[in-house]
């Protein structure tokens, strides 16, 4: 594919890091996946983490049919760039004051798949997301760019938190460690960086 390095560079490695930051931050899927992993095994931890593939699908639908009628529209296309870059900022800035207490997970009832696509569903950040930093990069690719980003982003949402899931099962004291910590405000940073760009892009399009 002639544009191979355009694609990975542009649309699949932000897409990668995006999901890892998705998939690490503090947030009422996490805290689902863990405490099932803690009270019901590996397994229940792992159907958790699967709930975004059955929620987000139609939310990015709907994303792209109105990224589609908004794609001459300059004025609007920035307007929601920028809006998308000051809601990374804010996930990057609520990424570096994490504490470990924020880990902490509190024994609950059996949890479902149900229960937690309803989680996920009922949450404003999915929403969000791809209708303004999710939606800002599917409106600038073709076809294979925008299926570059979606697979970067989901191999790293659902498999991080997969990988929480086998970590939280086998050290419980690894969600409190100064390296998992450390690893989530990296994350807070990366957010920081893509807003950036996602303003400038904004500003651009104004």
Request: aromatic letters at 12%.
């Amino acid at each position: 594919m002639p544009n191979s390095p355009f694609i990975i560079q542009n649309f699949f490695i932000p897409g990668l890091l995006m999901g890892l930051t998705a998939g690490l931050s503090p947030g009422p899927l996490l805290t689902l996946v863990i405490s099932e992993t803690l009270i019901h095994g590996r397994k229940n931890g792992i159907k958790v983490a699967l709930a975004p593939l059955f929620t987000d699908i139609p939310i990015i639908f709907i994303t792209v049919l109105i990224f589609i009628q908004l794609k001459e529209m300059n004025t609007i296309l920035g307007f929601i760039s920028i809006v998308g870059g000051i809601f990374l900022a804010y996930l990057g800035y609520e990424n570096l004051k994490v504490k470990e207490s924020q880990f902490n997970a509190k024994s609950t009832k059996d949890q479902s798949l149900k229960k937690a696509i309803l989680t996920n569903t009922l949450s404003p950040h999915p929403y969000v997301f791809w209708l303004s930093v999710g939606g800002s990069f599917l409106v600038k690719g073709n076809i294979s760019e925008c299926s570059s980003f979606l697979l970067g982003f989901y191999v790293c949402l659902i498999g991080s938190k997969i990988a929480i899931a086998f970590l939280t099962e086998k050290s419980k004291t690894l969600l409190k460690s100064k390296y998992f910590i450390f690893l989530i405000r990296a994350m807070g940073f990366v957010l920081l960086v893509f807003s950036i760009i996602l303003i400038k892009g904004g500003i651009e399009y104004l």
